[in-house]
């Protein structure tokens, strides 16, 4: 496979921590706990996310080739399908693209389908990534399961992926939505990934574009009528996100 060394290869390293004898010193462990969770590809386990997971995995191959945008995320992404499938023919209807978005996937899980051949035979003009908010839900006692530095980097490795496997592909990265009903830690850590992430791009091939401030409302709160379960879209969320990229579409392409 393509460019899979790097990643491929810290995936048998974190495996091998759990062959190791009990006899590993402190500082073994130590190491093994460093690796960053964000970055090893894994595959969905099962249930609908690995169902989706095969199904997108499955249209790709099926239909290799020049496309005009790609999108690649989550359940966000995955929704143009559903309540986005309006928006989604009226602003693509007339150009050729392709879903690639997985609800539930985190950074790892994209990572695993492009070292499984998901970009694989693929020449999109334009890449359109959002990748993230999955990896900042916490554990069930609150605790954080990625750090913010963690989840930041599983983007960066996405964004770097991306460019080494579509060379020729013009990328342009989102911003992580605005999420839960008002401010929240979660809300600011994703913030302080995003401005982070801006930093990605070089103004040729990776550009970047937050429109998040467009689904909250002057008082920090986000509106049922544009996110119901104040994270997944509504139709009226996705006319402000095809709104928000179509310039920069149009320059793209």
């Not at 989550?74 to 209807?93: A, C, L």
């Not at 550009?207 to 049922?224: C, N, P, R, T, W």
């Not at 996100?241 to 310039?247: F, Q, R, S, V, Y």
Request: proline share 4%; with cysteine; net charge neutral.
């Amino acid at each position: 496979m393509k460019h899979s060394f790097s990643i491929g290869f810290i995936a048998i390293a974190l495996a091998a921590t759990h062959l190791v004898a009990p006899a590993q010193t402190t500082s073994t462990v130590a190491e093994a706990q460093a690796v960053n969770p964000a970055i090893v590809p894994v595959s969905r386990p099962s249930g609908k996310g690995l169902e989706r997971q095969n199904v997108v995995m499955e249209r790709a191959k099926a239909a290799p080739g020049t496309y005009d945008i790609v999108f690649i995320g989550d359940s966000i992404t995955q929704g143009w399908e559903r309540s986005g499938s309006n928006v989604w023919t009226k602003f693509y209807g007339d150009r050729k693209c392709l879903n690639l978005g997985v609800g539930g996937d985190r950074t790892e899980h994209v990572l695993w389908r492009f070292e499984n051949g998901q970009l694989d035979g693929l020449d999109p003009k334009v890449a359109v990534l959002m990748i993230g908010t999955n990896n900042s839900n916490t554990n069930k006692d609150g605790s954080e399961h990625y750090s913010t530095g963690q989840i930041l980097e599983g983007v960066q490795t996405v964004v770097k992926q991306i460019r080494e496997r579509l060379p020729q592909t013009k990328l342009l990265v989102l911003g992580i939505f605005p999420r839960s009903t008002t401010f929240s830690p979660q809300r600011g850590r994703l913030l302080q990934i995003n401005q982070a992430l801006a930093k990605q791009a070089d103004g040729k091939m990776i550009h970047y574009l937050d429109f998040g401030s467009q689904l909250v409302e002057a008082d920090g709160s986000i509106s049922k009528d544009i996110m119901p379960d104040h994270l997944h879209l509504s139709e009226k969320g996705y006319e402000i996100w095809a709104n928000a990229i179509e310039p920069k579409l149009k320059e793209l392409l």
